[in-house]
T-cell receptor, first 109, second 111 residues
Framework: RKEVEQDPGPFNVPEGATVAFNCTYS??????FFWYRQDCRKEPKLLMS???SGNEDGRFTAQLNRASQYISLLIRDSKLSDSATYLC??????????FGRGTSLIVHP | DAGITQSPRHKVTETGTPVTLRCHQT?????MYWYRQDPGHGLRLIHY???????DKGEVSDGYSVSRSKTEDFLLTLESATSSQTSVYFC??????????FGPGTRLTVT
């Protein structure tokens, strides 16, 4: 089993839709969780951290479920500019993060 | 945006030649990383550094070496480039909070 797993997609949604991604992780001792966004041919950029209590930033909500070992990202009111690949990142207590392979989102008019 | 630059941004080189990629940061972060990204593989860690002169191997370190003589610079060297090392190389930095910030990447083609 891969340490961090994501559905590669693509998720193809219309503007204004709500879309959710899940990411599962295998190391129960993992301590830090993040979502990154990567545009085509660009570097990954930190989107948001995921806290035990959940985290919301505008249209984006991230949640952590330690019991089931997954994190989620919810995007409300999707925009064309949200089209990108979303990477899940998990830290197991060291400074070596584990990246998922990413979920591709395509938002169409 | 975090102050990270990579040079060169693009390079074409021939098989068998040595290549050095440079990562420079202005954030004074302790940790620095080199990744490669290839279709179907995602980001893979090559080497990382946890301080000046302190480096360690990642999951795909064969054929690569690194050096960090100053906090701000982390060099990646391909000792004898091969076509399998054609890739996009990203440098990243992090402080004590585990959040990573990436440089713009170097596109390397080995012919």
């Amino acid at each position: 089993r891969k340490e961090v797993e994501q559905d590669p997609g693509p998720f193809n949604v219309p503007e204004g839709a709500t879309v959710a991604f899940n990411c599962t992780y295998s190391n129960s001792a993992s301590q830090s969780f993040f979502w990154y966004r990567q545009d085509c041919r660009k570097e990954p950029k930190l989107l948001m951290s995921v806290y035990s209590s959940g985290n919301e930033d505008g249209r984006f909500t991230a949640q952590l479920n330690r019991a089931s070992q997954y994190i989620s990202l919810l995007i409300r009111d999707s925009k064309l500019s949200d089209s990108a690949t979303y990477l899940c990142v998990v830290n197991g207590g060291s400074y070596i993060p584990t990246f998922g392979r990413g979920t591709s989102l395509i938002v169409h008019p | 945006d975090a102050g990270i630059t990579q040079s060169p941004r693009h390079k074409v080189t021939e098989t068998g030649t040595p290549v050095t990629l440079r990562c420079h940061q202005t954030e004074n972060h302790r940790y620095m990383y080199w990744y490669r990204q290839d279709p179907g593989h995602g980001l893979r860690l090559i080497h990382y550094s946890y301080g000046v002169k302190d480096t360690d191997k990642g999951e795909v370190s064969d054929g690569y070496s690194v050096s960090r003589s100053k906090t701000e610079d982390f060099l990646l060297t391909l000792e004898s480039a091969t076509s399998s090392q054609t890739s996009v190389y990203f440098c990243a930095i992090s402080a004590e909070t585990y959040e990573q910030y990436f440089g713009p990447g170097t596109r390397l083609t080995v012919t």
